[in-house]
């Protein structure tokens, strides 16, 4: 069994967490300066402050006419369940699941919702449902990336512009990472502490003209609580897609959010972040091709996530070991190289298959990961030796 040498040199920054994610390059606590710390929330200068994240996500985004953007509480998923809680109901529904969040998603609303007419297309991890089969004369609840499976939607070509439902798509860790057809979807969803680096506690809801509509001309049957409310007197709340949100934010974490802004700026917006996340995943994806003892999860290389990386152990020798060893492999690999400072928080979600899980958005360097390769080589050969010699 062959041993390699400790490698030399280290990633400057070895955070590579799918969430929450490493801070963009650059940041520092000067960009926290002018936060509007101990001030009203709803007083014309803070909830000014919040009408310009929503503003510049508008303008960033490049969102089409007439759909409005809210801050909302508990992060992504407090921004899905406002979004399945207050939309569903008013026609049968597909709900796409491939990976540990999009099945949450199917718990909520076959068992907390308890609606009936639902039909769950499922696939295991590694792969999508099939598109075909999706009926877009119901509603169809979807993520566009998979961040615990590291599979994701190729594009927005499977959603027909002559829908009859509506669309709601969890789409955090694909947002200024992914190009994304905004007029596929009427109901999106993300977080700052992914592709940003932002951070948590804090979600934003994108809404369609065709998902305002449904708003107003729905109720559904159940009560809504407060948090989720997003009507008044059978309106549109307006005022919550003009920064007075629903609860309490922080205006610390706004800030943040728009130094996270500014920096996208720099890097030459959406296109710039993107590129940037391709770039990492390629990264990967050249070592992935030359290493025998490592493939990715995802199967289908269109499918694979360029930012939450998800790879399984292939060698044909670990393979041999019992199903135990097989599995304490990866997560006992993650151990070592956070010990040795080489990488923070790359084992696979707790219910996805044992493997790593290695986050290549836009504010991680290209450096970094290219440093981190030969880590993950050494670890893998001593994880693999150690087990062995207990077998």
């Not at 921004?79 to 529904?93: F, I, K, Y």
């Not at 990492?280 to 994806?285: D, H, K, M, R």
């Not at 360097?365 to 670890?379: G, N």
Request: charged share 25%.
């Amino acid at each position: 069994m062959s041993v390699l040498q400790k490698p030399a040199l280290r990633p400057k920054n070895p955070r590579f967490s799918s969430g929450p994610c490493t801070k963009h390059p650059g940041w520092s606590l000067d960009g926290l300066k002018g936060a509007l710390l101990g001030r009203y929330h709803r007083q014309p200068e803070t909830k000014a402050r919040l009408e310009l994240a929503i503003d510049r996500t508008r303008e960033l985004l490049a969102l089409p006419a007439g759909y409005r953007v809210a801050i909302v509480p508990a992060s992504d998923t407090g921004a899905v369940e406002m979004a399945l809680w207050s939309l569903l109901g008013a026609r049968g529904v597909d709900v796409l699941a491939w990976e540990a969040f999009s099945r949450d998603w199917v718990t909520d609303i076959t068992e907390q919702l308890k609606l009936t007419d639902v039909r769950p297309l499922l696939a295991p991890y590694g792969d999508l449902p099939d598109l075909s089969e999706v009926d877009f004369d119901r509603d169809v609840v979807f993520a566009w990336n998979g961040t615990t499976s590291g599979v994701r939607v190729p594009n927005g070509d499977f959603i027909p512009s002559g829908r009859k439902g509506l669309t709601i798509c969890d789409a955090t860790s694909a947002v200024f990472a992914q190009e994304i057809d905004w007029q596929k979807l009427d109901a999106a969803t993300f977080s700052w502490q992914k592709v940003l680096g932002g951070e948590a506690q804090h979600g934003m809801l994108i809404l369609s003209p065709r998902a305002v509509e449904r708003l107003e001309s729905y109720r559904p049957a159940w009560p809504l609580p407060k948090l989720f409310r997003m009507t008044r007197d059978g309106k549109l709340n307006a005022a919550l897609f003009e920064g007075a949100t629903i609860n309490t934010p922080s205006m610390l974490c706004v800030q943040d959010y728009l130094d996270a802004l500014d920096w996208v700026e720099r890097v030459g917006g959406v296109a710039g972040t993107i590129a940037r996340s391709n770039t990492n995943a390629s990264v990967i994806a050249y070592w992935v091709g030359r290493t025998a003892w490592v493939d990715f999860l995802a199967r289908v290389p269109e499918t694979r996530s360029n930012t939450s990386v998800c790879l399984k152990i292939v060698d044909p020798e670990v393979a041999a070991l019992s199903p135990q060893m097989r599995d304490a492999l990866p997560a006992r690999m993650a151990a070592l190289l956070d010990v040795e400072n080489a990488a923070k928080d790359i084992a696979s979600y707790r219910d996805a298959p044992a493997g790593l899980r290695i986050w290549t958005g836009a504010t991680v360097e290209r450096s970094d990961l290219e440093a981190l390769l030969p880590w993950l080589d050494w670890a893998f050969a001593e994880v693999k030796q150690s087990l062995a010699k207990a077998a």
